[in-house]
C-alpha cells in the first residue's frame, strides 16, 4: 500500500530547540493528521487539518496544510524532555489513514 | 474518559500457534481496526471493521483473520503464527462518518508479539 514520505526519520536536539518535520505524497489528501507515539502508548492526536493553506496551532505545536495538498508540516517552538516520542503523519483517503514511517524525536541532556 | 483495551501488552507465541488478539473500546464507535507497527514502515492496516460482524482487508492482510461478533470487541487471529509476524500490533476505533470527513482514531496501547 502507499505510504508517505516523511522526514528526517530521527532527529537528535538539544532542549530549547524548534524543531520542524514534513511529509510529502504523489497523491492528494483532503485530511492531514500529526500524531504522537510515547513509548509504551499508542498514538494520540495532535493536530488536524482540513483544509489547502490550512496553518493550526495546538501550544507549542504548529502544522500547516500544503497548498497543493500533498504535503504538511510540523514545528514544534522551544523543545522540552516530554517532546521525546515518535510524530506521525497521516493522510486521509476515504475510510484509511495512510501514515508515514515516523519521525523518532530525541532530547538531548 | 474514553478508552481502547487490549488483553495483553505482551505476548511470547511459537511458529505455528494460533494466537488472538483481543481488542475492546467503550465509546460506542462503530469501526475497528487492527495495524501492524514496525519500525521505518510506520502504521500499516491489517482489517478494518466498520460494523458488528462486516469486515474489509486493509493493506498486509495475508496471514490475519479478524472477528466482530460485538459492536465493542474486534479481535485479530494469527491462524499459524510466523516469525516475519513479530511486530506491535495496535487497535484502533473511530465514530461512524462519511468518507470525506475524518472522526478521532483512538488507539490502545499496542500488543508486543514476538513469534519463536
Known amino acids: 500500500g502507499q505510504q508517505l514520505n516523511q522526514s528526517p526519520q530521527s532527529m537528535f536536539i538539544q532542549e530549547g530547540e524548534d524543531v520542524s518535520m514534513n511529509c510529502t505524497s504523489s497523491?492528494?489528501?483532503?485530511?492531514w493528521l500529526w500524531y504522537k507515539q510515547e513509548p509504551g502508548e499508542g498514538p494520540v492526536l495532535l493536530i488536524a487539518l482540513y483544509k489547502a493553506g490550512e496553518l493550526t496551532s495546538n501550544g507549542r505545536l504548529t502544522a500547516q496544510f500544503g497548498i497543493t495538498r500533498k504535503d504538511s508540516f510540523l514545528n514544534i517552538s522551544a523543545s522540552i524532555p516530554s517532546d521525546v516520542g515518535i510524530y506521525f503523519c497521516a493522510g486521509l483517503r476515504n475510510y484509511q489513514l495512510i501514515w508515514g514511517a515516523g519521525t523518532k524525536l530525541i532530547i538531548k541532556p | 474518559d474514553v478508552k481502547v483495551t487490549q488483553s495483553s501488552r505482551y505476548l511470547v507465541k511459537r511458529t505455528g500457534e494460533k494466537v488472538f488478539l483481543e481488542c475492546v473500546q467503550d465509546m460506542d464507535h462503530e469501526n475497528m481496526f487492527w495495524y501492524r507497527q514496525d519500525p521505518g514502515l510506520g502504521l500499516r492496516l491489517i482489517y478494518f471493521s466498520y460494523d458488528v460482524k462486516m469486515k474489509e482487508k486493509g493493506d498486509i492482510p495475508e496471514g490475519y483473520s479478524v472477528s466482530r461478533e460485538k459492536k465493542e470487541r474486534f479481535s485479530l487471529i494469527l491462524e499459524s503464527a510466523s516469525t516475519n509476524q513479530t511486530s506491535m500490533y495496535l487497535c484502533?476505533?473511530?465514530?461512524?462518518?462519511?468518507?470525506?470527513?475524518?472522526?478521532?482514531?483512538?488507539f490502545g496501547p499496542g500488543t508486543r508479539l514476538t513469534v519463536l
Open positions: 484502533a476505533s473511530t465514530s461512524g462518518g462519511s468518507p470525506s470527513s475524518y472522526n478521532e482514531q483512538f
Open positions: 497523491s492528494i489528501f483532503n485530511t
